[in-house]
């Protein structure tokens, strides 16, 4: 009959093989966890990226600002000409109502910018327009009034002729500059343009026909 100190002797064994196979099986149960937790992790980021680009595509995609001259009327108008002295003397106010688009689904912020006036490439007069932020998909209604200064207008050589001829041909341009700005993560730089020619007829002191158009640099 085996002894108690024997029986322990033969026993042995068999406890360290089986401790070997349970360490075996903790390992590789540790290693699909930490499988399954890497796996699902790029998963996740996968799913972040394919989000992003979507909402780039789709909802925060880049639009163009776009400021348009609604209308240019004469704010104030004084006219005389001397025909025997060809003398001309001449005060003229113009009031410019322009919008201001943001397409955007985010806000739009531009600074001070200007309405330039010209008399057939001659700068009469200029305007200034106040900095200001647009909400997303929002229209910003401004008006600006631009006073033409006479003496640079009669420098011209073109002006008396004009002024014999019955009408005066001035163009406006309007810039606006300024970014759009999406989650405070993404901001794009865009500038708006708005061109303008039209006549002003003397000595009535009417508007004649108007055209406007506009552009982007982004």
């Known amino acids: ?21 349970d360490a075996g099986f903790l390992r590789r149960r540790r290693k699909r966890r930490i499988l399954c937790c890497c796996g699902s992790t790029v998963a996740l980021l996968l799913l972040i990226v394919i989000v992003c680009v979507i909402l780039g595509v789709t909802v925060l995609k880049q639009r163009d600002p776009r400021i348009t001259v609604n209308s240019v009327s004469l704010d104030h108008f004084e006219f005389k000409f001397d025909t025997t002295l060809f003398k001309l003397d001449l005060n003229v106010s113009l009031d410019l109502d322009l919008s201001i688009k943001n397409p955007n689904k985010a806000s739009f912020k531009f600074g001070s910018s200007t309405t330039q006036l010209y008399y057939r490439g001659t700068n ?39 002024a014999m001829d019955g009408s005066f041909p001035l163009s406006s341009s309007t810039r606006i500059s300024g970014r759009v700005n999406v989650l405070n993560i993404y901001k794009h730089h865009a500038v708006s343009f708005s061109y303008c020619n039209f006549t002003i007829a003397v000595p009535e002191g009417s508007l004649g026909s108007q055209e406007c158009t506009h552009t982007i640099k982004l």
């Open 124 to 162: 009469v007069g200029e305007a200034e327009l106040p900095a200001d932020e647009i909400g997303s998909d929002s229209t910003l209604r401004m008006n600006t009034t631009v006073t033409i200064l006479a003496d640079r207008l009669l420098t011209n050589s073109n002006a008396i002729n004009d």
């Open 1 to 21: 009959m085996e002894t108690k100190e024997e029986r322990k002797l033969s026993t042995l064994p068999l406890s360290v093989e089986g401790n070997k196979d």
